[in-house]
């Protein structure tokens, strides 16, 4: 049944608005912020002012990252990312817009994403602006923090690791290369505001879209359930495919409590095949 009402809202809105969340790419082996009521699971997330003030505070947010990186750095697109692809390739996307910082709708094949919170595979200088790769700044990390390099530990969410019991303050955090200014990964930090052309871009893609499709986001997050209020605000529909309650239940024309995967690769087939029975 939940199959053939997405095909529905579908084939009656074309043209759709996707917004994604950490739902999405569980699949690919990164861990989702929140349970199935939308609480949030493990540490608080690093607060921008907290990452600008305190050495201490860097330090241990590049340690994590040095042992959780080369989760996000080997993760790949799963089958959700590619039935996204395979959607905008039929035409039925009018803009993907998504809340991780994977950049795994990208490496799908998807074009002109709007990563709403940055991307983790790029670092920048919070001096000079210059743009470092992660892949590079994880070079730099490991040769002056050898100690640390080769460490594991459980995985959580945006290349960070589970660990609390490390010497924190006798790590080397490198700088940047061009001016010595501080490193920071180019994704939105908690206390630090999305870009106001990204939230353009994507309130301009939601105008011009039919209807509004959230995959894989619980939407507790503003940034990204502002698109739903702005939906209601414009008579447009919203569909959900999310396992769990979402801050946007109360707006939602249809729910479909299924994987990521499995409920948009029914999609797609389910389109193929009307389409050739058409």
């Known amino acids: 049944m939940a199959v053939n009402d997405i095909l529905d809202f579908v084939e009656r809105y074309p043209r759709l608005f996707v917004l994604s969340g950490a739902g999405i790419s569980t ?3 990164i861990p989702c912020y929140r349970d199935r009521e939308g609480q949030r699971t493990g540490r608080s997330p690093i607060l921008l002012q907290d990452f600008l003030k ?3 505070a860097r330090q241990r947010y590049w340690a994590r990252s040095l042992i959780g990186w080369p989760v996000v750095a080997g993760a790949k697109p799963n089958a959700a990312h590619h039935a996204v692809r395979a959607l905008a390739s039929r035409g039925r996307i009018q803009r993907l817009v998504t809340q991780n910082v994977d950049g795994l709708h990208t490496r799908a094949g998807n074009a002109d994403v709007i990563e709403l919170h940055g991307n983790i595979g790029r ?5 000079c602006g210059a743009q470092h790769a992660r892949a590079e700044v994880q070079r730099m990390l490991e040769a002056a923090n050898p100690t640390f390099a080769g460490l594991t530990a459980p995985a959580v969410p945006d290349g960070d690791a589970h660990i609390e019991d490390l010497d924190f303050g006798a790590f080397d955090v490198p700088a940047c290369t061009r001016c010595g200014g501080v490193l920071k990964p180019d994704v939105v930090f908690f206390g630090e505001g999305v870009p106001r052309v990204l939230v353009d871009d994507a309130a301009e893609a939601l105008a ?3 209807a509004m ?3 894989g986001s619980s939407l507790m997050v503003y940034s990204g359930y502002r698109f739903c209020e702005w939906a209601r605000r ?3 529909p919203i569909a959900a495919i999310n396992i769990g309650r979402t801050r946007a ?3 939602l024309a249809l729910k479909v409590e299924q994987p990521c995967g499995v409920a948009l690769e029914a999609l797609v087939e389910g389109l193929d095949a009307r389409e050739i029975v058409g």
């Open 27 to 29: 699949d690919s082996g």
């Open 54 to 56: 305190s050495d201490y």
């Open 123 to 127: 670092v920048r200088c919070i001096g």
């Open 208 to 210: 011009a879209a039919d």
């Open 213 to 215: 499709l959230v995959v």
């Open 234 to 236: 414009a008579g447009k």
């Open 249 to 251: 239940d109360h707006l």
